[in-house]
């Protein structure tokens, strides 16, 4: 069992992750491809990536073993909201850091001659560790995205709701069987027994779309307390699987224009960026974002200066349908 010991200062910098952490979700579904867990929700997608790896797989699994532990630089604690944002904290780490922790790796697991020159920072070993987590990034993650982060912000905006309506103690009761919030100490389902005091840090909290059944917390109690946890999933829904060429129906159902702004939403986009790929104008772009927004089909928030479209479950399953 994982304990996490609050104060009252920590209870007022708990959060919750704006979004998919795109390193954890690469790390996770890694772990996911090297095991059966969750075969009701995830052997679809197995069989679907399989087909689509290459030998760049090969490093990652010996980084990210399904294993008692893996490094901590490769889900950087301060976040990663986007593949290069976390590259450049994964590349970046400090060689005591990375010498440390892949030093423990190999307590863990046998790991290859390679790594002891990823261990020194080598430049060409970082660079090869770099294109392989891109390769992967593009053939596993980016087509699935969407169905991570709809599923993703779905567990946030419930989460988010029971903040908004009784604090951080309504948050983390919200979270029971998973955790049991006994405070001042939030219990944790974990395969060893550790206490992870927060010391006035707060928590972040992560929701994960390849986390299964147990939470996961890096290793170093010195960097940032990050919690990831598994959030619920429709196993009829296989992410990254191509949708039925055949889009007659769905032009039937919503007429030309709007199932074209519909499928253009699919991987998320502001309202220029659906004009574009739907090849109409950005009055009649908004317009029919407005009417599939008021139809359950798709969500709308800002981000910055900008107005991110993203699908719901409703709009997945209409194109996944289709």
């Not at 986007?82 to 790796?105: A, F, K, W, Y």
């Not at 104008?281 to 599939?292: D, E, F, K, N």
Request: net charge positive; aromatic share 6%.
């Amino acid at each position: 069992m994982l304990r996490i010991h609050f104060n009252a200062d920590d209870l007022a910098r708990t959060c919750i992750a704006s979004g998919p952490d795109v390193m954890w979700e690469i790390v996770l579904s890694l772990q996911l491809l090297q095991n059966r867990e969750g075969a009701g929700v995830f052997d679809g997608w197995r069989r679907h990536v399989r087909g689509r790896v290459g030998p760049w797989l090969r490093p990652l699994v010996t980084l990210a073993p399904h294993a008692a532990y893996f490094p901590d630089f490769l889900t950087p604690a301060s976040g990663s909201h986007c593949l290069e944002h976390g590259l450049d904290q994964v590349l970046s780490t400090p060689r005591t850091r990375l010498r440390n922790e892949i030093r423990l790796l190999a307590d863990h697991v046998r790991v290859p001659s390679w790594t002891e020159r990823l261990a020194e920072g080598d430049v060409e070993t970082l660079e090869r560790l770099d294109g392989a987590v891109r390769a992967y990034h593009q053939a596993v993650i980016e087509p699935a995205w969407t169905v991570v982060r709809t599923r993703v912000e779905t567990d946030r905006g419930r989460r988010m709701h029971a903040l908004a309506e009784g604090g951080c103690e309504r948050l983390l009761n919200g979270f029971r069987p998973l955790m049991r919030w006994n405070p001042p100490v939030l219990e944790v389902a974990y395969p060893v027994d550790r206490d992870l005091t927060l010391a006035g840090r707060g928590l972040l909290l992560v929701p994960a779309y390849f986390c299964w059944r147990t939470p996961v917390t890096l290793v170093d109690d010195e960097l940032r307390p990050v919690l990831v946890y598994p959030i619920e999933h429709d196993p009829r829904v296989t992410p990254g699987k191509p949708p039925c060429p055949d889009d007659r129906p769905l032009t039937d159902l919503l007429g030309r224009t709007r199932a074209a702004v519909l499928r253009a939403v699919e991987g998320g986009g502001t309202t220029t960026q659906l004009s574009r790929r739907s090849g109409t104008s950005l009055a009649s772009a908004s317009q029919h974002a407005t009417v599939l927004r008021e139809a359950g089909l798709i969500s709308t928030r800002r981000d910055g200066g900008a107005v991110l479209h993203t699908l719901t479950p409703l709009g997945m399953a209409v194109l996944g349908a289709r």
